[in-house]
């Protein structure tokens, strides 16, 4: 089992910037950032595995960098120029390896934290 609690959302008008947490409770190969809205389906935004290597949904390239820290067991998704579109629950995902993003959301494979609210207004 890991343990995964994300921090970090909040409330932001249009163009700002957030910077979300994840502390896992043990180091795992591949990590991710998925998002889900209201009425939507989970969403992939982005995923880094242990040695670096990352993927970005569409949406999310330019704007968002994704990044963790080993030792300390975390992972970060730096938002800018945040868009109203934005807003959605985020969340922090772990497992043994990096897939597809889109078929990781819909399997919602591996271990997945409570999330954190982020709010992009107009």
């Known amino acids: 089992q890991v343990q995964l609690v994300e921090s970090g959302g909040g409330s932001v008008q249009a163009g700002g910037s957030l910077r979300l947490s994840c502390e896992a409770s043990?180091?795992?190969?591949?990590m991710g950032w998925f998002r889900q809205a209201p009425g939507n389906e989970p969403e992939g935004v982005a995923s880094?595995?242990?040695?670096?290597?990352?993927s970005y949904a569409d949406s999310a390239k330019g704007r968002f960098t994704v990044s963790r820290d080993n030792a300390k067991k975390t992972l970060f998704l730096q938002m800018n120029n945040l868009k109203p579109d934005d807003t959605a629950m985020y969340f922090c995902?772990?497992?043994?390896?990096?897939?597809?993003?889109?078929?990781?959301?819909?399997?919602?494979?591996?271990?997945w934290g409570q999330g954190t609210q982020v709010n992009v207004s107009s």
């Open positions: 043990s180091r795992t190969s591949c």
């Open positions: 880094i595995s242990d040695d670096g290597s990352t």
């Open positions: 995902a772990a497992a043994a390896f990096c897939i597809d993003l889109r078929v990781w959301a819909m399997r919602r494979a591996g271990y």
